[in-house]
T-cell receptor, first 113, second 115 residues
Framework: AQSVTQLDSHVSVSEGTPVLLRCNYS??????LFWYVQHPNKGLQLLLK??????LVKGINGFEAEFKKSETSFHLTKPSAHMSDAAEYFC???????????FGAGTRLTVKP | GAGVSQSPSNKVTEKGKDVELRCDPI?????LYWYRQSLGQGLEFLIY????????KSGLPSDRFSAERTGGSVSTLTIQRTQQEDSAVYLC?????????????FGPGTRLLVL
């Protein structure tokens, strides 16, 4: 079985400062990992994904994430937060063998002016 | 192009009534997923359809929940004898072939409130 733990339910940063949203996963098989963003009253949008190619993955809106197998982590980062980044972020692990896709509980990012 | 659409966008029902939620996936996508997002919870997988294969129903929380996918396209999620704990946002997603590494495209969701 696989699971995802998002270590922070809420992260607050000031505009222009770095963002770090933490995600640890557990999987019996080689996983694919995703970060999705959900803005208020909007659907989920893919930010980026890791699929066993490069361990450093670049996504939309300046976000990136690094797959670290030794730490079973897939933390999401951005060098400089923008007000429009305020949203809920979900880390997701997918394992085909089980046709299973597990979502973390989400991290709410607040960006202060 | 058109994304995943869901209807209704909001549904208020009384406890004990049945409800049907509809999902129109992206045209040509063979894989379709239903998820539930309850207040304060993460997303919970419910059911997965892949082409003509038998669906993976392992995430359905009880036998009051069922889903169909007719003609490999539109899907309907049915909740019978609704309970207050069924109140949530129900999200549908589709992907091109259902491969592990593929992006899932999500609809806007149906917000269900059971009174």
């Amino acid at each position: 079985a696989q699971s995802v733990t998002q270590l922070d339910s809420h992260v607050s940063v000031s505009e222009g400062t770095p963002v770090l949203l933490r995600c640890n996963y557990s999987s019996s098989y080689s996983p694919s990992l995703f970060w999705y963003v959900q803005h208020p009253n909007k659907g989920l949008q893919l930010l980026l994904k890791y699929t066993s190619a490069a361990t450093l993955v670049k996504g939309i809106n300046g976000f990136e994430a690094e797959f670290k197998k030794s730490e079973t982590s897939f933390h999401l980062t951005k060098p400089s937060a923008h007000m429009s980044d305020a949203a809920e972020y979900f880390c997701v692990v997918s394992v085909l063998k089980n046709n299973d896709m597990r979502f973390g509980a989400g991290t709410r990012l607040t960006v202060k002016p | 192009g058109a994304g995943v659409s869901q209807s209704p966008s909001n549904k208020v029902t009384e406890k004990g009534k049945d409800v049907e939620l509809r999902c129109d996936p992206i045209s040509g996508h063979t894989a379709l997923y239903w998820y539930r997002q309850s207040l304060g919870q993460g997303l919970e997988f419910l059911i997965y359809f892949q082409g003509n294969s038998a669906p993976d129903k392992s995430g359905l929380p009880s036998d009051r929940f069922s889903a169909e996918r007719t003609g490999g396209s539109v899907s309907t999620l049915t909740i019978q004898r609704t309970q207050q704990e069924d109140s949530a946002v129900y999200l549908c997603a589709s992907s091109r072939t259902g491969l592990q590494e593929e992006t899932q495209y999500f609809g806007p969701g149906t917000r269900l409130l059971v009174l």
